[in-house]
């Protein structure tokens, strides 16, 4: 996404931090969860799966192993892949590997759930 934004809000490894034009300096670790951006007066949610997010004086710029705009998620399909990711992780049979594979799985899946939870939550109590 290379847009001007109002507003930034993620979720750091330290908690939930906002970004404003003008912000001090600053790199830190993302966890993985919805982020809000406010462009053009409207407020968007994208899922992100962790990663780096950099303020510099040029911008912000957040590397990620997986991004999605909440309104690009297709729910219904996220939610049977979070079911087969999860039957994976109960079967006593998967080695290492797998299990870690479907860990990462689960949790990027999670949060693009929660981001499109959120986005219906932030619609629903909208004012007007």
Do not use: C, W
Not at 33 to 58: I, N, T
Not at 101 to 121: G, S
Request: no cysteine; glycine share 6%.
């Amino acid at each position: 996404l290379d847009e001007k934004v109002e507003q930034i809000v993620a979720r750091s490894i330290d908690g939930e931090i906002g970004i404003l034009p003008d912000h001090i300096s600053l790199i830190t670790p993302l966890k993985p969860a919805p982020l809000q951006y406010f462009s053009g007066g409207e407020r968007k949610v994208a899922a992100v799966l962790g990663g780096m997010m950099e303020v510099s004086k040029d911008g912000v710029t957040i590397i990620s192993d997986h991004a999605a705009l909440a309104e690009n998620i297709d729910s219904v399909m996220a939610e049977k892949e979070k079911e087969i990711a999860e039957a994976k992780l109960a079967q006593k049979k998967v080695d290492q590997v797998d299990v870690q594979k479907a860990e990462l799985e689960l949790t990027r899946l999670l949060v693009m759930l929660e981001a499109v939870e959120l986005v219906k939550r932030l619609k629903n109590n909208r004012v007007g």
